[in-house]
């Protein structure tokens, strides 16, 4: 079963934050995220491992609550090059770096 | 620089057709991936490939076989083309967890059928 996220479309101006979140119903072993621009491949952002995780660079950065089996994605201070749409992938133990993705959320980030 | 590359970045075929997909990367990547991404859906696992001549099913196989003859290439074969699988396909590999690497895709193949 595919994890949800939410929201699907959010749209910000430049220096607004913004968050991300991610959801599943299975227990995961690992988190990751990717960000897709229009007509593009979508480009890895960063791996959670391990439960209360947190990681970042720049001003872009991601939690993981294992327990909850949720993750969270942080944007702050968006800039006009965030925009487009971002997707989680988690994996379940055991899954051999198998990934399943979320729908996917648009983000439009004006000037 | 790694890189996945797609051999068409655009595909019109008609119903009943066969199509290949094309897939090929140049990182010696154990893991081969084939997605198809619907707006709202993400991307949806079709089949994977984790060494030459080995495949698994995903979660959306129906309609599709894959071939890996080679490490580098991994294909999509669509046997009869549909309308329902006008779509966006996305190829990506991956190196075992244990380096702890993640997936790097393709620029993607947008398939109309008609």
């Known amino acids: 079963q595919q994890p949800v996220q939410s929201p699907q479309a959010v749209i910000l101006r430049e220096g607004e934050d913004a968050v991300i979140n991610c959801s599943s119903s299975k227990a995961l072993y690992s988190v990751h995220w990717y960000r897709q621009k229009h007509g593009e491949a979508p480009v890895f952002l960063m791996i959670l491992l391990k439960g209360g995780e947190q990681k970042g660079h720049d001003k872009i950065s991601a939690s993981f609550n294992e327990k909850k089996q949720q993750s969270s994605l942080y944007l702050t201070a968006s800039q006009l090059s965030y925009s487009g749409t971002y997707f989680c992938?988690?994996?379940?133990?055991?899954?051999?770096?198998?990934?399943?993705f979320g729908g996917g959320t648009r983000l439009m980030v004006k000037p | 620089d790694v890189k996945v590359t797609q051999s068409s970045r655009y595909l019109v075929k008609r119903t009943g057709e066969k199509v290949f997909l094309e897939c090929v990367q140049d990182?010696?990547?154990?893991?081969m991936f084939w997605y198809r991404q619907d707006p709202g859906l993400g991307l949806r696992l079709i089949y994977f490939s984790y060494d030459v001549k080995m495949k698994e099913k995903g979660d959306i196989p129906e309609g599709y076989s894959v071939s890996r003859e080679k490490k580098e290439r991994f294909s999509l074969i669509l046997e009869s083309a549909s309308t329902n699988q006008t779509s966006m396909y996305l190829c990506?590999?991956?190196?075992?967890?244990?380096?702890?690497?993640?997936?790097?895709f393709g620029p993607g193949t947008r398939l109309l059928v008609l």
């Open positions: 990506a590999s991956s190196t075992p967890r244990d380096s702890q690497e993640t997936q790097y």
């Open positions: 990182m010696d990547h154990e893991n």
């Open positions: 992938g988690t994996e379940s133990h055991n899954a051999g770096n198998m990934l399943t």
